[in-house]
């Protein structure tokens, strides 16, 4: 299955933007790129995915590189709402779409 | 974004008991559902696939005679921990898609079992 790599944190300030990388370079070419993020003792929240375009919704942008090996999730203006760990994930395309979760970036947004 | 509940929220039980947990999709119809375990300051890991009307396609290390997942509806699947240990102390997580490969899955807030 698709491993993938993030940072184990970082660190943002309110208001201004945040580029959370991750890498995937074993990902197959059928494989959905997701992001999802997680507060304590809640389950994940969907945050955005996408297959090769760049993705943008009303949470965020999702960056894919052109070989698909790393993408970056775009915060245009963090708030502290958004600290939380972020996962990025494969959907395994021919296993349903089921999702293998790394370790995740845990972001922290100072005021 | 989708509903997806569970119930009850935690549970506290004895050990050698068997407990059950509830996945709800409340505004849309998931023709796949999936639980996940997650252990303190982990992150989650993929316990099983069900699809609705078949069995469960279970993780490799995980025991489905430990863990009975059923998907009767389009919108309930519920986790049986059988005979709970307190070593199946944890957070079990459920989520539902539509079912597509390409489609995002929708969290449930999360069971916290703990076996005493």
């Known amino acids: 299955d698709a491993k993938t790599t993030q940072p184990n944190s970082m660190e943002s300030n309110e208001e201004e933007p945040v580029h959370l990388p991750c890498n995937h370079s074993t990902i197959s070419g059928t494989d959905y790129i997701h992001w999802y993020r997680q507060l304590p003792s809640q389950g994940p929240e969907y945050v955005i995915h996408g297959l090769t375009s760049n993705v943008n919704n009303r949470m965020a942008s999702l960056a894919i590189a052109e070989d698909r090996k790393s993408s970056t999730l775009i915060l245009h203006r963090a708030t502290l709402r958004d600290a939380a760990v972020y996962y990025c994930t494969p959907g395994i395309y021919n296993q349903g779409g089921k999702l293998i979760f790394g370790q995740g970036t845990e972001l922290s947004v100072k005021p | 974004g989708a509903v997806v509940s569970q119930h009850p929220s935690r549970v506290i039980c004895k050990s050698g008991t068997s407990v059950k947990i509830e996945c709800r999709s409340l505004?849309?119809?998931?023709?796949?559902m999936f639980w996940y375990r997650q252990f303190p300051k982990k992150s989650l890991m993929l316990m099983a696939t069900?699809?609705?009307?078949?069995?469960?396609?279970?993780e490799q290390g995980v025991e489905k005679d430990k863990f009975l997942i059923n998907h009767a509806s389009l919108t309930l699947s519920t986790l049986t921990v059988t005979s709970a240990h307190p070593e199946d102390s944890s957070f079990y997580i459920c989520?539902?898609?539509?079912?597509?490969?390409?489609?995002?899955?929708?969290f449930g807030p999360g069971t916290r079992l703990t076996v005493l």
């Open positions: 069900s699809n609705e009307g078949s069995k469960a396609t279970y």
């Open positions: 989520s539902a898609s539509l079912g597509s490969s390409y489609n995002e899955q929708f």
């Open positions: 505004d849309f119809q998931a023709t796949t």
